[in-house]
């Protein structure tokens, strides 16, 4: 078993570059689907998300590069068949891959593949995705062990979709079968966060004609023969935010360039108010944008801390804020809205000796300051493994974090990215 093994105590410094975005890059793989010319993707992060995504492709026909090096990833799906399709297991792997279904009934009309997979941070049924689909006009023939869709390619049964709630997956899947097929639709409360306007402007580039960008409301006018192109992943706002808060926990002095700092108001103002002190730089392009995270901080409770739809609080920096409200003074209620189970690591957190007061599967009372000790904690997913190494970093003593597979889905390099900072971890 893989662990990460951390000595705390010590206050990082120096300066890190921000990777592109995991969930900006995933659905921008989806959109290779719909062309036979070859796209390059820039700025893509090391994580094995990636890694999986690009292997599916390849084991249903399409050819890959990935240049780890120069950052970049060049698909050419020409060769895609949908008997690789129905064969293809791993297609199982991550919940993401639902939007390469949207892709996939959209180019070839009919397809059956496996079930999306996922992680552990509670019921995240398909159904916006799936009733979406079919309110477009495609046959949900069956959704249990196998996904089999048909779309009889005859135009949309309506052109409109209103969403039951902003899904960021949701608005992909929905708008990458658009842009698939000749006809127009609308999806009216659409997500509109960072990663839905970058799929957008991808499949915009490669030909399809999208209104509403970074609205809750898109018009979308597809075509059979999309083109390729060169693209470029956005900088990862939860990795942002995962590392400016591990500074300011420990007290660092620590400079983000490549930030994106239009999509991180929202953190920015809950920093404020939990009395972080920061510095913005805000330059004529995002690479040129930095965010410094430097002492001394009035680290202090507030009210609530509520991530929500953006423009509001991106839910992924919920676990890592958690951490930062053990060391605020007095209690803040957590409250995540989105998801029954994904505040099951505040027992992790507990059992190193944070004050938690668990309410429900969606609220939890958070008391601060306190001196964490270090033990062994397990990581529930993603970015709960991150926080769990970001309360090991205060942490007295040794604390040691299984399960680091989940880690290593969405964070490029990141024991790596933390020793360059001055962290004790391996």
């Given at each position: 078993?893989?662990?990460?093994?951390?000595?705390?105590?010590?206050?990082l410094h120096g300066t890190l570059r921000i990777s592109g975005e995991k969930n900006s890059v995933?659905?921008?793989?989806?959109?290779?689907?719909?062309?036979?010319?070859?796209?390059?993707?820039?700025?893509?992060?090391?994580?094995?998300?990636?890694?999986?995504?690009?292997?599916?492709?390849?084991?249903?026909?399409?050819?890959?590069?990935?240049?780890?090096?120069?950052?970049?990833?060049?698909?050419?799906?020409?060769?895609?068949?949908?008997?690789?399709?129905?064969?293809?297991?791993?297609?199982?792997?991550?919940?993401?891959?639902?939007?390469?279904?949207?892709?996939?009934?959209?180019?070839?009309?009919?397809?059956?593949?496996?079930?999306?997979?996922?992680?552990?941070?509670?019921?995240?049924?398909?159904?916006?995705?799936?009733?979406?689909?079919?309110?477009?006009?495609?046959?949900?023939?069956?959704?249990?062990?196998?996904?089999?869709?048909?779309?009889?390619?005859?135009?949309l049964q309506s052109p409109r979709m209103m969403l039951d709630e902003a899904s960021v997956t949701?608005?992909?899947?929905?708008?990458?079968?658009?842009?698939?097929?000749?006809?127009?639709?609308?999806?009216?409360?659409?997500?509109?966060?960072?990663?839905?306007?970058?799929?957008?402007?991808?499949?915009?580039?490669?030909?399809?004609?999208?209104?509403?960008?970074?609205?809750?409301?898109?018009?979308?006018?597809?075509?059979?023969?999309?083109?390729?192109?060169?693209?470029?992943?956005?900088?990862?706002?939860?990795?942002?935010?995962?590392?400016?808060?591990?500074?300011?926990?420990?007290?660092?002095?620590?400079?983000?360039?490549?930030?994106?700092?239009?999509?991180?108001?929202?953190?920015?103002?809950?920093?404020?108010?939990?009395?972080?002190?920061?510095?913005?730089?805000?330059?004529?392009?995002?690479?040129?944008?930095?965010?410094?995270?430097?002492?001394?901080?009035?680290?202090?409770?507030?009210?609530?801390?509520?991530?929500?739809?953006?423009?509001?609080?991106?839910?992924?920096?919920?676990?890592?804020?958690?951490?930062?409200?053990?060391?605020?003074?007095?209690?803040?209620?957590?409250?995540?809205?989105?998801?029954?189970?994904?505040?099951?690591?505040?027992?992790?957190?507990?059992?190193?000796?944070?004050?938690?007061?668990?309410?429900?599967?969606?609220?939890?009372?958070?008391?601060?300051?306190?001196?964490?000790?270090?033990?062994?904690?397990?990581?529930?997913?993603?970015?709960?493994?991150?926080?769990?190494?970001?309360?090991?970093?205060?942490?007295?003593?040794?604390?040691?974090?299984?399960?680091?597979?989940?880690?290593?889905?969405?964070?490029?390099?990141?024991?790596?990215?933390?020793?360059?900072?001055?962290?004790?971890?391996?």
């Open positions: 078993m893989s662990v990460y093994t951390i000595q705390g105590g010590r206050p995933l659905p921008m793989i989806a959109c290779t689907l719909l062309t036979s010319e070859p796209c390059t993707l820039c700025d893509v992060p090391e994580i094995s998300d990636v890694q999986y995504f690009l292997e599916t492709l390849e084991a249903i026909g399409a050819r890959v590069a990935w240049d780890k090096n120069a950052k970049t990833v060049t698909v050419q799906c020409a060769d895609i068949t949908p008997e690789k399709i129905e064969r293809c297991s791993q297609l199982s792997k991550t919940r993401a891959n639902i939007i390469m279904a949207g892709a996939l009934v959209a180019r070839f009309g009919e397809v059956r593949m496996p079930m999306p997979g996922g992680d552990t941070i509670g019921v995240r049924p398909l159904h916006t995705h799936l009733e979406g689909l079919e309110t477009f006009g495609v046959e949900v023939l069956q959704a249990s062990d196998c996904l089999h869709l048909r779309y009889a390619r005859t135009g949701g608005t992909e899947t929905l708008a990458v079968f658009l842009a698939g097929v000749a006809a127009t639709g609308e999806i009216t409360f659409a997500a509109a966060d960072p990663q839905v306007q970058t799929t957008l402007h991808m499949l915009q580039s490669m030909g399809a004609t999208v209104e509403g960008i970074g609205t809750h409301h898109l018009r979308i006018t597809g075509s059979h023969t999309l083109r390729g192109g060169r693209f470029t992943v956005t900088p990862d706002v939860t990795a942002t935010g995962t590392y400016a808060i591990a500074a300011a926990i420990t007290g660092g002095d620590v400079t983000l360039t490549n930030v994106p700092h239009r999509d991180l108001y929202s953190f920015y103002g809950v920093l404020q108010r939990l009395g972080v002190r920061f510095t913005c730089h805000e330059a004529p392009t995002t690479e040129e944008n930095t965010l410094r995270v430097h002492g001394p901080h009035d680290l202090r409770a507030v009210r609530v801390v509520k991530p929500n739809i953006y423009p509001g609080l991106i839910p992924d920096i919920q676990s890592p804020m958690a951490v930062l409200l053990t060391q605020c003074a007095g209690t803040t209620q957590l409250f995540d809205w989105m998801y029954e189970g994904r505040l099951g690591y505040l027992w992790e957190l507990k059992r190193m000796g944070a004050q938690v007061r668990i309410l429900n599967p969606h609220q939890a009372d958070i008391t601060g300051p306190v001196q964490l000790r270090g033990t062994m904690v397990h990581s529930w997913d993603l970015r709960a493994g991150a926080s769990m190494v970001l309360a090991g970093l205060i942490a007295e003593g040794t604390t040691t974090v299984t399960d680091i597979h989940w880690i290593d889905r969405g964070y490029e390099h990141f024991a790596a990215n933390l020793r360059s900072l001055g962290a004790d971890i391996t």
